[in-house]
C-alpha cells in the first residue's frame, strides 16, 4: 500500500514539473503573429501554387504582411484577391495582369513522328526517362497529360492528337502545368497577347523538316518582316518581345511551317 501511494505522489509530482515545464516551454517559444498575416491569408485561394513566386500561401501572406511582396501577385485570386489583400495592407490596390497558360507546341501524331513505342506509365516524366522520351522532337511534347492531371482547375484536356488543350474560360494562370511539364513548353502570357510561337525545337532546316512538319526552321522571315523588332532569334528560335509591339500579322502569314499560333479575339 504504502508502495503504491508513494507511486501516486511521485507520478504527481513528475505531471506538475512536466506542466510547469511545458508552460515554461510555450511562453518561451510564443512567437506574435501579424493579424494581418492571417487576413491575408484568409483572402488567398489556399491552393499554394507557387505562382507568386512563394513557396505557398501562407509564405506569401507573411511576404505581403512585412511589406516584401507586392499585393497583386496570387494569380489565381486575380484582381478581387489584389483588392481584398490591398484593403488589409491600407494600401491603393495595384494593377493585375491576368494571365493563362499557352502550349509551345503543336507536333502531335500527324505532325510528329515517334522514335520508339513507348509502353510505360501515362506520365510526361517517367515518359522522359526512357531514351529521352518516345518523341521524334527532343524538344515537343509527350503527350501523356502530366499538366492535365497537375491542373487544380481542370482546364487542361488532352486532345486526340495527344497535345494539350487549355480552356481560357478555366485557367487562372497559376503555373502548376508549368512546373509539371518536363519539358519547360507551357508558359504564362498575358491574356491580350494573342500571337505566340508553337514551337520549342532548336534545331533548324533539314533537321527539323525530317521530323515534325510544323516544327520551326529558324528561316528567319518572322523577325525580317517584323519591323517593329518585336521578334528576335536565339538559339534558332524566333523570341517575342510584346512590350515592341503586337505587329505580327505578316510574320504569322509568311512563316513557312505555320509555326504561329493565333488565338481568336
Known sequence: MLILVAAMILLAALAVVFGLGLAFASDFCHVDVDPKVEEIEDALPQINCGACGYKGCAQYAEAVAKGEAATNLCVPGAEGVAHQIAAIMGVEAEAHVPKRAVVHCQGGREECGQRFEYSGVEDCHAAAMVQGGPKACDFGCLGYGSCAEACPFNAITMRDDRLPRIDPD??????????????????????????????????????VKSICSRGCIACQLCVKKTESGAITMEDNLPVIDYSKGRDFDVAVEKCPAKCFVVEEE
Open 170 to 207: 478555366k485557367c487562372t494562370g497559376c503555373g502548376v502545368c508549368v512546373q509539371a511539364c518536363p519539358r519547360g513548353l507551357i508558359e504564362l502570357l498575358p491574356v491580350d497577347c494573342k500571337v505566340y510561337l508553337g514551337c520549342a525545337s532548336h534545331y533548324k532546316g533539314k533537321a
